[in-house]
């Protein structure tokens, strides 16, 4: 397995590493089979140390943990200890999946744009009803089923996730309602 452990503004030491790469091992041995790389991601916000870790798992689905503690070695405790319970959840199903699953998930490329908020114009009246495009990126989006779309949303702890459906070959989007359920959109 892969690891990238890095300090915003911070110098992450030797021993961290080894501790951060022998907790890892540890916890993802117990659920993923075979996860491919981990970024690690440890910064500072006033005075508590933040810690993201992002788990690329062999499925191609990603599991996702942020947590932040006055001290850096518990912000990462605290950060792995909330992948554990994501992981614990959905271990028969991570399993179930990569049993069904014999190649890893398709990624297609599109265009991401970042729109200037209205906030942003400072103007009473906008000049053009079009929105004002701050950034262009490419974004990846995945080929997955309803139910594996639902788990990767849940694992990465995201509101919203584009898929495309593989039973249908079209895209869809799952998201997290006000209510607490989760939405489908099939056009």
Known sequence: MRYQITGK???VGEALQ?????????MLGKYAGR??????????????????TVVH???????????????????FDACCEKMDKQL???????????????????LFGA???????EADTHDDEPESLQPIIVAEMETKIPSLTVGEA?????????????????KKDGVNVVYRREDGNIGWIDP
């Open 57 to 75: 798992l062999s499925t191609g689905l990603n599991a996702t943990a942020k947590a932040h503690a006055t001290e850096i070695y518990a912000a």
């Open 150 to 166: 639902v788990m990767q949303m849940e694992l990465a702890g995201l509101p919203v996730l584009v898929f495309r459906n593989d």
């Open 35 to 52: 996860p491919t790389d981990a970024t690690v991601i440890f910064s500072k916000s006033a005075h508590e140390f933040v810690c993201e």
């Open 18 to 26: 080894t501790h951060v790469k022998t907790e890892l091992d540890a």
């Open 111 to 117: 265009s991401s744009y970042i729109l200037a908020s």
């Open 88 to 106: 614990r959840r959905y271990k028969r199903r991570l399993k179930d999946h990569h049993k069904d699953r014999t190649e890893p998930v398709e």
């Open 9 to 11: 503004q911070i110098d």
